[in-house]
C-alpha cells in the first residue's frame, strides 16, 4: 500500500510484528530506543531505520513498549502527523487511552488502543488477536495495517476498551496458572503421574491454555522461556484489578490472585516469564512440578 507505515518499540512482540508490515506497505520505518536493534531490524526484513521524528510522520503508527507511561511520555515529546492513526498495543491502562485519545483529537491524530494476545509465536505468525478500543471510523481506516499483524481482530468499544480486554484475559491467565499449580500440587502429593493427568484433564471439562500449552512446555518441562515477563502480568493483574474496583464490584478471587501474581513477581529471579510464578507455591510445597 502506498500508505507510510511506522512501528515504535521492538522488543520481543513489536520486533516479530513490524516483520509483517513490509510484506504489505511500501515504506515502513521502525524505531527503538536501543537504535542498533533498528538497524538489525532493517537489514532484516527491508525496514527502514529512523529518528522518532521521522517515525511519527508516517500515516500510520504502531507503538509496543512496556506501560502506557512510557507511551505517554514519547508522545508529549513529538509532533505527529495531521491525519495520523496511532495504534498502541501496549497492554496498557484504559484511563491513559481515552485521555491520550482526547489530546490527539485535538490535534486531528486519532488513538487506538489495540492490545494483542498470541505471544510471540503468535507474533512470529502474523496469528495475533487482537482487541481494538476507540473511534469506529479510526478502526476500519487501520483495519488493513492491524490485518497484517493479526488474525483476529476485533473493535470491542470505546477507547479504553481495547486495554481493559486485555488486563482481564490476562488476570484470568493468571487465575488459571495459579489453580492448575495448586491442582497438580495435590495431584503429585497423592502419587499421581502428571503427564498422564494432563492427558486426561486435557480432554476433560478442566482444560484451559494453561493446561494445553503453558503447563507441559513451560513448567512440567522446567524450562520457562522468557517470553512473556512476570513484571509483565503483575502489570496486568493489577490493570484488572483496578477495573474491578471502578466498578465498585466484589473479587475475592480476582483481588487473591493478583495478590498471589505481586508476591511471585516481588520474589522471582531477574528476568523471568510469568509461568515462574508457580515457583513460589512450589517453595511453600516442596514439591516440584515434573
Request: net charge negative; glycine share 6%; with cysteine.
Amino acid at each position: 500500500m502506498s500508505q507510510s507505515v511506522a512501528f515504535i518499540g521492538l522488543g520481543a512482540m513489536g520486533y516479530r510484528m513490524a516483520a509483517h508490515l513490509p510484506k504489505h506497505f511500501d515504506t515502513v520505518y521502525v524505531w527503538n530506543r536501543n537504535f542498533e536493534k533498528a538497524k538489525q531490524h532493517a537489514i532484516a526484513y527491508g525496514t527502514k531505520a529512523a529518528s522518532l521524528e521521522q517515525a511519527v510522520q508516517a500515516d500510520i503508527i504502531f507503538s509496543c513498549l512496556p506501560t502506557s507511561s512510557d507511551v505517554e511520555a514519547l508522545i508529549n515529546d513529538v509532533q505527529i502527523k495531521s491525519g495520523a492513526i496511532w495504534i498502541d498495543c501496549t497492554s496498557g491502562v484504559p484511563d491513559s487511552a481515552r485521555t491520550l485519545a482526547s489530546s490527539l483529537k485535538q490535534l486531528n491524530v486519532d488513538f487506538l488502543d489495540a492490545p494483542v494476545s498470541g505471544q510471540t509465536v503468535g507474533a512470529e505468525n502474523a496469528t495475533l488477536t487482537v482487541m481494538v478500543g476507540g473511534d469506529v471510523a479510526a478502526f476500519e481506516r487501520a483495519l488493513p495495517a492491524l490485518q497484517a499483524v493479526g488474525q483476529l481482530i476485533k473493535h470491542v468499544g470505546e477507547s479504553g476498551a481495547g486495554f481493559a480486554v486485555k488486563a482481564v484475559n490476562n488476570m484470568l491467565l493468571a487465575v488459571n496458572l495459579w489453580s492448575v499449580a495448586e491442582g497438580f500440587s495435590a495431584l503429585k502429593a497423592h502419587g499421581v503421574s502428571l503427564n498422564e493427568a494432563l492427558e486426561c484433564i486435557n480432554a476433560s471439562s478442566g482444560k484451559s491454555l494453561v493446561t494445553e500449552t503453558i503447563f507441559p512446555q513451560r513448567v512440567l518441562s522446567r524450562e520457562f522461556p522468557v517470553t512473556f515477563g512476570l513484571p509483565l502480568l503483575a502489570k496486568d493483574t493489577g490493570i484488572a484489578l483496578d477495573l474491578v474496583h471502578q466498578a465498585k464490584l466484589p473479587a475475592p478471587l480476582l483481588s487473591l490472585t493478583q495478590s498471589l501474581i505481586q508476591a511471585a513477581n516481588l520474589t522471582a529471579e531477574d528476568n523471568s516469564d510469568f509461568s515462574a510464578a508457580v515457583k513460589m507455591y512450589e517453595a511453600w510445597t516442596r514439591i516440584t512440578l515434573e
